[in-house]
């Protein structure tokens, strides 16, 4: 929108580009967090339903690790260890509450 600011309303103005799939798919992640800008995250919603019409399976594996993943810290992969173990979750506080929200 900021591009064309300077053009007159009557012209069209059309753009070509290209990008390898690890960038698209950092921009994808950007873009389509609840915290980007609704205009941008439409676009990124169109974007990612034609990169899945191109390669299906790397969009498939994108959704499923990146957008709808979950990352822990080390101290939470320690008491997964420990969880494993049959022991009780040493995590406390509001590290502990962060921690079982990953885990619903």
């Known amino acids: 929108e900021i591009a064309r600011i300077d053009l007159p309303l ?3 103005t ?3 580009w290209q990008m390898d799939l ?4 950092h921009f994808l992640k ?10 941008i995250r439409a ?17 498939e594996t994108f959704e499923t690790l990146v957008l709808h ?9 320690d008491a997964i260890k420990v969880m494993i173990d049959g022991k009780e979750c ?3 506080g509001r590290e502990r509450s962060l921690f079982e929200d990953k885990l619903r």
């Open 30 to 39: 950007l873009r389509l967090d609840s915290h980007a800008q609704y205009e």
């Open 14 to 16: 059309q753009w070509y």
């Open 90 to 92: 040493p995590l406390t």
């Open 43 to 59: 676009y990124a919603e169109v974007i990612l339903s034609m990169v899945r019409a191109v390669c299906p399976m790397a969009c």
């Open 10 to 12: 009557s012209l069209y």
């Open 22 to 25: 690890h960038n698209l798919f």
């Open 69 to 77: 993943g979950q990352r822990f810290s080390s101290a939470e992969m």
